[in-house]
């Protein structure tokens, strides 16, 4: 039974898709031609320039019955009124279904009862005039309910062709969303490498050139001092490599340098202290309160914000100058303060154009942080944010 419903299903299916590509209008032709057809051929002859007429009128209309389907209707109506004043049946009668069903698919709610209401009149006159003695009530319930089931089927069909649209327009609207969140997300990622990258590559080689100058000046005074220096820099210069290969999503897991630096901590901030130590500005580390339980990614800002603020002192301030890194971990925030002895520099006339700063402000704001970064009353500089990992959902840094 299974292989019979196949053979029989593929060629209606053929014959549908067959027929779904014929224009609306050739098919809306078939019915006109059709009772046409049956007129000529069934009609006596002195019959037939009548019937002829009166089918044409009722028939010919509904090939335009989708453009206009209250006019459409209207003239089939008016051609049936006359029709039944003259006292002839027809079998193109069946053009008012067609007409109402038509309304009922594209119009409103109040036409198709209008129009319902019209064509039950017209059921209603029919059955008077042509229904024989006595047998009335049966040929007017059955025309009553092809009415029905006409205006019924209808109003099913636009429905669904509503329900349709809006499933299709919902479709539509959320692959828009989509599409704007995939580029968002791309912007973002763009965003967070391109932060990555400054902050990485403006500390990294901040401090190499601080470590070179450092060992052109004493390779003839202290030859192991310079040899130090450079080493430290060589470290430096890998570091930064590996960390750029990490922003960027290249770093394989398998290669030793994953294990051996992992990504920067909170935990790791003494060694960036020794690190700038090295490179010519003092610097001391003050935590307060543990951050085992400090999620990594909150870690890795707070790391960023004292390397960004650290580097800054060291490219803006003159020799001598001193560094302290307070931060402070609670069971859901984290308050960082970075403080130089440094003279302050002159207020600029007009926002400055790095990258420091507003960077520094991206990443505190995706923890609900609000960076402060000016002056001391007694002298240095300052830079305060206080981090709160532990309400909710974190913006991305």
């Known amino acids: 039974m299974t292989e019979v419903a196949a053979r029989v299903a593929r060629p209606m299916r053929a014959a549908r898709r067959w ?6 209008t050739l098919w809306d032709s078939l019915l006109p031609a059709l009772l046409l057809l049956h007129i000529v051929t069934t009609r006596a002859p002195h019959e ?10 009722l028939t010919l209309p509904l090939v335009w019955r989708r453009r206009a389907p209250l006019t459409v209707f209207g003239v089939v109506t008016a051609a049936a009124f ?4 003259t006292g002839i049946q027809l079998p193109a009668d069946a053009a008012l279904l067609v007409a109402l069903y038509t309304v009922a698919a594209h ?9 319902g209401a019209i064509v039950e009149c017209g059921a209603l006159l029919a059955c008077l005039r042509w229904a024989t003695e006595g047998a009335f009530l049966a040929p007017f319930v059955a025309v009553t309910a092809t009415v029905v089931a006409a205006a019924v089927l209808g109003v099913n069909v636009r429905t669904t062709r509503a329900y349709l649209g809006a499933v299709q327009e919902r479709a539509a609207r959320l692959e828009r969303e989509q599409d704007q969140q995939a580029r968002l997300a791309v912007a973002e990622e763009r965003t967070r490498i391109a932060r990555e990258m400054h902050d990485i590559v403006t500390h990294n080689l901040s401090v190499m050139v601080a470590l070179t100058d450092a060992a052109v000046h004493a390779q003839h005074r202290a030859p192991d001092r310079a040899t130090t220096a450079m080493l430290r820099s060589s470290e430096t210069g890998r570091q930064a490599l590996t960390d750029m290969r990490r922003s960027l999503g290249i770093l394989r ?8 630096h992992p990504p920067p901590d909170i935990g790791q901030l003494e060694t960036l202290a020794d690190q700038m130590c090295a490179a010519g500005l003092p610097t001391r580390v003050e935590l307060r309160g543990g951050h085992t ?3 990594a990614s909150a870690q890795l800002t707070v790391y960023r914000l004292v390397q960004e603020a650290l580097t800054n002192t060291l490219k803006h301030t003159p020799a001598g100058t ?13 308050t960082v303060d970075v403080t130089d002895s440094g003279p302050c520099p002159p207020l600029p006339s007009s926002p400055p154009s790095g990258h420091g700063i507003p960077g520094m402000r991206e990443r505190a704001a995706a923890y609900r942080g609000a960076l402060r970064a000016g002056p001391l009353p007694g002298g240095g500089w300052q830079v305060h944010t206080c981090l709160d990992f532990g309400s909710g959902e974190v913006a991305s840094a």
């Open 107 to 115: 119009s409103s709610r109040r036409g198709t009862l209008v129009a």
């Open 322 to 334: 001193h560094a302290k890194v307070r931060v402070r971990c609670s069971a859901r925030t984290v």
């Open 293 to 295: 339980h400090i999620p």
């Open 19 to 24: 027929g779904s590509r014929l224009p609306p």
């Open 48 to 57: 037939l320039p009548v019937a002829v007429a009166f089918t044409a009128a």
């Open 253 to 260: 897991t398998d290669e030793p340098d994953a294990e051996r």
């Open 82 to 85: 006359a029709q039944w004043l």
